[in-house]
């Protein structure tokens, strides 16, 4: 647990994002966080202390920021699976470039820096977690494609709305963002969603 002022604590995150984001993959120590800050690395130990909690808080607080429960609402408050399914996907496409500054960043720390993998781990699970109540919803309405079990149409679900397939996609082959959200959400639909009375996956 973290002790210490709250205003404090705020800025030691919000010194973390913006480090983060300018990274580029570069190692970004506690020093660092703390000048960036204009706090003493003792401050930062009160908060947090290991690196790893920071990085996790430091994840934990730009959901905060840019309000991710407001954007989940209309997916959580569907009423069917296939609505559940279409909103889901686009909060998150919409969300990945406004955090795929710091997700880029942890994603390459994290090949040798467990700190940083933990970070971003928890934000995936997270992102996991969404995909696994999409699917539910559509296999609670027998809308679930027949052939896939729930554990697997949410690992593919999962595996479509990575940030490297994103990244792949926007960057790589220059997709403008609303070709992007538009295909995916056809994509999971050809994947995910049967014809009404066709039945409930296996």
């Keep these: 647990m973290s002790s210490g002022n709250p205003e404090t604590r705020a800025r030691i995150l919000s010194a973390a994002w913006r480090l983060l984001e300018a990274a580029q993959g570069r190692d970004v120590r506690m020093g660092d966080i703390a000048r960036e800050a204009g706090v003493s690395r003792q401050a930062i130990y009160l908060h947090f202390p290991t690196r790893a909690e920071l990085l996790v808080a430091t994840t934990r607080h730009i959901d905060e920021v840019k309000d991710v429960d407001i954007r989940l609402a209309p997916s959580r408050s569907a009423k069917t699976g296939v609505e559940r399914l279409d909103a889901f996907i686009d909060a998150w496409a919409r969300y990945i470039p406004e955090i795929y500054g710091v997700g880029r960043a942890l994603m390459v720390m994290g090949e040798t820096d467990d700190a940083a993998k933990l970070a ?47 990244e792949h996609l926007t960057i790589d082959c220059a997709w403008p963002q609303e070709r992007y959200i538009e295909r995916i959400i056809g994509v999971a639909r050809d994947l995910f969603v049967d014809a009404p009375g066709a039945g409930q996956g296996s």
């Design 120 to 166: 971003w781990d928890g934000r995936m699970q997270a992102l996991r977690h969404g995909c696994r109540a999409a699917i539910d919803a559509l296999a609670r309405d027998g809308r679930l494609t027949r052939g896939h079990s729930v554990e697997q149409a949410t690992d593919l679900l999962w595996t479509l709305l990575s940030v490297r397939n994103w």
